[in-house]
């Protein structure tokens, strides 16, 4: 490693002595050996668990030296087993599970690569390694062969001496994962779960962290379901199939029920009921064998359980699909709607759809190359792997109770998938349930949650269901918190007005214009704290602007009564800024859309998503005369505004509305300053 170790490095390798590795070790071994990257990185744990390049360069050549020696490769097997005839034993690296035989009330091994399956192994040595009955797992094995026993009938001359695992068999892992977090602060350690598949955090943005981390999730949380759509080469099945033995990867193809759930001749149980996670790889050329392969799979999403013949089984394997865009995001979403990918029985099935608990925006994670991966420490992933699976008996979704109040626009299955989201997120970032979740923590989790839950949502309200209509999703930290709403980042523009309202004090206005100024669309964002008086932070302020700010404030303070109640704006200072999204720069004429940012920033409380504010009042709190009010409706419409608040003088020239703009605007009218701000606010 030429690069000293960094902060988190020291923190890692001091916290998790043993159990962390240098992630460009194993990348010297990828492909070379016919065993699983966690096998080669559990021997690298081993061996090379230190910060000293003169040990490190010793365990490589021990860890090169065992897998060359012990590792079958194709078409080797007998020659493994002649050896161990001619030298009486052999070690090697495999996969063991065992059986009873009721037969001879003896336990009998497997091992794959040498094509062996009554290999003879002492009842003390299953017991102290149980997982090979459930599954078994990878170890190093002395394999012995007895002539004598080869001469008898029926005999089994291999028999297994010795054993040392690699998987990790011992259950006790997660009280050392606890113990190690503590040395970690939150960003440390999202950035050290991130090294420990392999990436690089730095060589991410924020927003990519944050996807990678949604990708573990299915690890963490029983039955969760993710849809995870984007660009070629983000490495979006490498989780899946690298780093954990609990998951499986299912490619492209014919899928089978049978192997999917439950072998009704044999009663053989499928992939979600062995595995914590199948993840189905280009799920654009999967389908099953059965009509009825995709109820099947819809039932066991909802509730974990699925029926064939008389038995009802359940199961806690998650669903995990992942696919590819051939054009980008934006032209998805131009000819059709963000699950088009999916195969023809599910793309456009919305029951489907509300079984999916997260949408993973695939575009938003970079394309895996030499300059994203790390050459830090990160945890062992077989490590790392079983503290996952242990975190799936624990449910983190009582944090949120007391805490978060999620929005009015929330079904039940959309409450669901957001609590499931957050509850894994919170696994991942703070292991530890006796250690309490900060407000930033849980607000964090909460709006990736609510984020990916309602991408699901604007896809359903795409392929033109009326039940779906309402995706303003929101939510609320503790009692007095401020409503604060969450977007799908694809789906807005910087400018163009947004359906869902914006945060107290900030309001989309329009200028009239007049003399050589077109009409223009601004955001007026206010904010308060203590003090007195309006602070205009443009420097210079245009004069317009400043006019149209002098005139709310003063109509604020005069009738304060009736807009904010007993709140006394003369306490609060206001902050006051303007921005332009057109060539209109003045900011002449707005003082309505001021007077009313200024009453919500002091209320806190919302306007409505998706509302434009026209009208100017003069320090009387007269309303005035907007000129071009056809004008102001139509630049509404092609910015993306649902409604337009209008002075009540301007009604009578919307007359002349051509029926197209009066059909996709609605216009309220308004007589004051007080009845305009009773319409605007959120309901």
Same mark, same amino acid.
Request: some cysteine; charged content about 25%; glycine content about 10%.
């Given at each position: ?10 923190? =890692? ?36 668990? /230190? ?69 003879? #192994? ?5 017991? =102290? ?19 004598? #026993? =080869? ?14 695992? #690699? ?55 029983? $039955? ?38 439950? $072998? ?146 929330? /079904? ?93 004090? @900030? ?69 006051? @800024? ?7 720069? /003045? ?44 004008? =102001? ?14 002075? #009540? ?35």
């Amino acid at each position: 490693m030429s690069e000293p170790l960094d902060p988190i490095d020291q923190i =890692a390798t001091r916290a998790f002595e043993g159990y962390v590795v240098r992630k460009d070790l194993v990348r010297k071994f990828k492909g070379q050996y016919p065993v699983p990257t966690y096998v080669a990185e559990f021997l690298l744990g081993r061996y090379c668990s /230190s910060v000293d390049e003169e040990e490190i360069a010793e365990g490589l050549k021990i860890v090169e030296r065992q897998l060359g020696e012990k590792t079958i490769r194709a078409g080797e097997h007998e020659l493994f087993k002649a050896r161990a005839k001619e030298k009486g034993h052999v070690k090697l690296i495999d996969i063991i599970t065992a059986r009873l035989d009721s037969n001879t009330d003896s336990f009998l091994a497997t091992l794959p690569s040498v094509q062996l399956k009554d290999v003879r #192994i002492s009842e003390e040595m299953v017991h =102290a390694n149980e997982r090979m009955l459930t599954g078994g797992f990878y170890a190093e094995v002395e394999l012995a062969y007895d002539p004598t #026993i =080869a001469q008898e009938k029926n005999g089994r001359p291999f028999g297994i001496e010795n054993m040392r695992e #690699i998987q990790l068999s011992k259950r006790e892992v997660l009280p050392t994962l606890y113990a190690g977090r503590e040395a970690f602060s939150t960003e440390e350690w999202k950035d050290f779960l991130i090294r420990s598949i392999g990436m690089e955090p730095e060589k991410l943005t924020p927003r990519g962290r944050d996807m990678i981390l949604l990708r573990m999730v299915p690890f963490v949380e029983r $039955n969760y379901n993710v849809v995870e759509l984007g660009p070629r080469g983000t490495g979006k099945s490498h989780l899946f199939q690298q780093i954990s033995p609990y998951a499986h990867l299912v490619s492209g193809g014919k899928s089978s029920v049978a192997r999917m759930f439950v $072998n009704n001749s044999s009663g053989q149980r499928g992939l979600v009921c062995q595995y914590d996670v199948v993840c189905f790889d280009e799920i654009s050329g999967v389908s099953f064998d059965q009509k009825d392969g995709v109820n099947i799979m819809k039932g066991y999403m909802e509730s974990g359980e699925f029926s064939r013949g008389k038995e009802s089984i359940r199961a806690d394997g998650g669903m995990v699909m992942v696919g590819n865009f051939d054009v980008d995001v934006q032209h998805q979403q131009r000819i059709g709607h963000l699950f088009g990918p999916l195969p023809a029985e599910m793309r456009d099935d919305t029951a489907f759809m509300d079984r999916i608990h997260a949408y993973l925006p695939g575009w938003d994670v970079p394309k895996v190359s030499r300059e994203v991966l790390t050459d830090h420490f990160g945890l062992v992933s077989d490590y790392l792997s079983e503290c996952w699976n242990q975190l799936r008996r624990q449910s983190r979704q009582s944090v949120m109770q007391g805490r978060a109040h999620l929005g009015g626009a929330l /079904s039940g299955r959309d409450t669901t998938g957001v609590m499931k989201t957050v509850s894994g997120l919170i696994k991942l970032v703070s292991p530890n349930p006796e250690v309490p979740v900060s407000d930033e923590v849980l607000e964090w989790a909460l709006r990736i949650s609510l984020e990916c839950r309602r991408r699901v949502k604007e896809q359903q309200k795409r392929i033109g269901s009326a039940e779906f209509r309402n995706t303003q999703f929101s939510y609320t930290l503790g009692d007095e918190g401020v409503e604060k709403f969450v977007s799908t980042p694809e789906l807005y523009s910087e400018d163009s007005i947004g359906s869902d309202p914006l945060p107290p004090g @900030q309001v989309w206005v329009m200028s009239p214009g007049g003399g050589d100024e077109n009409p223009g669309l601004y955001r007026v964002d206010i904010t308060e704290g203590p003090g007195s008086g309006v602070k205009i932070l443009n420097q210079p302020a245009p004069p317009a602007f400043k006019e149209s700010v002098r005139c709310a404030e003063q109509n604020l303070y005069v009738r304060a009564k009736e807009l904010v109640g007993d709140r006394d704006p003369r306490q609060h200072e206001f902050s006051v @800024q303007l921005r332009a999204f057109d060539s209109a720069k /003045s900011g002449a004429g707005v003082g309505v859309g001021v007077l009313l940012a200024l009453c919500s920033s002091l209320v806190q409380k919302s306007l409505k998503g998706g509302l434009m504010i026209t009208g100017s009042l003069n320090l009387g709190g007269s309303i005035e005369t907007i000129f071009n009010p056809v004008s =102001a409706v139509e630049i509404a419409v092609e910015k993306g505004a649902s409604s337009i608040l209008m002075p #009540i003088s301007s009604r009578r020239q919307l007359n002349d509305l051509p029926d197209e703009m009066a059909a996709r605007i609605t216009i309220l009218y308004y007589f004051d300053a007080r009845d305009a701000l009773l319409k605007a606010l959120a309901q």
